[in-house]
């Protein structure tokens, strides 16, 4: 008999993954009564047409913003558990049942996925590799929080510890200040992860999302 999963949520932002983005959902609904939200952000391809038709809730988010996209995703989210990634195809949607099951059977509240320990030049180059550890030094440093992959964008955690959450970034540092917010509020895990190769364009800019990042943490640290 399948194992199935209930009250289960997963947010998926878009913008352009017509490739990828109908494998994942049916993956994610062979779960069982999983409910998939993906949020587009003014794809020019068939992503929401495709996202429609293998049984995913599609929401229009017309204003560009990786976080903001996030949280009208996680504002329609019904379920108790909460499930977050890429529609590129990067992250391994596999994982994403054996992840449920740890946040269910444990008193783990944020399960953050881990790009690092795993990584090769192929899937993770390194000069990702650098500016992520940089940024992990600096959370290290402003709040006192050991991170291995402080940017990943693959999290399983529980609905009550974002609704603690406070100033969550709309742009990019959204990934890094969910993760700050779940260490204040509740209990968070890294499991390390093999991230895929990218067949869609990347939407990461990296020199700029970088420094950006690296000055939100410091006015989030200023601000509080």
Not at 116 to 132: C, I
Request: include cysteine; glycine fraction near 8%; charged fraction near 25%.
């Amino acid at each position: 008999m399948q194992e199935t999963f209930e009250g289960i949520s997963v947010v998926i932002p878009t913008i352009n993954e017509e490739k990828t983005i109908g494998e994942i959902v049916n993956k994610l609904k062979a779960l069982g009564s999983v409910q998939v939200i993906v949020v587009d952000t003014r794809s020019s391809d068939r992503t929401k047409e495709v996202a429609a038709q293998n049984g995913a809730i599609v929401i229009d988010q017309p204003n560009r913003g990786y976080g903001l996209a996030y949280k009208t995703g996680l504002g329609r989210a019904d379920g108790k558990i909460i499930v977050c990634l890429d529609g590129d195809g990067t992250y391994p949607v596999d994982m994403v049942k054996p992840l449920i099951e740890i946040l269910e059977c444990s008193r783990v509240d944020f399960i953050s996925c881990d790009r690092m320990t795993l990584r090769n030049n192929v899937n993770y180059t390194t000069l990702h590799y650098v500016g992520n550890s940089v940024l992990n030094i600096f959370i290290r440093i402003l709040f006192n929080f050991p991170l291995k992959d402080s940017q990943s964008g693959m999290w399983v955690f529980r609905k009550s510890v974002y609704d603690k959450m406070r100033l969550l970034s709309d742009g990019m540092s959204f990934s890094q200040d969910m993760k700050i917010e779940a260490l204040r509020h509740g209990t968070l895990i890294e499991i390390p992860i093999r991230y895929g190769v990218r067949v869609t364009k990347p939407k990461l800019r990296t020199w700029r999302d970088g420094f950006s990042n690296l000055f939100h943490l410091m006015i989030k640290r200023i601000s509080e």
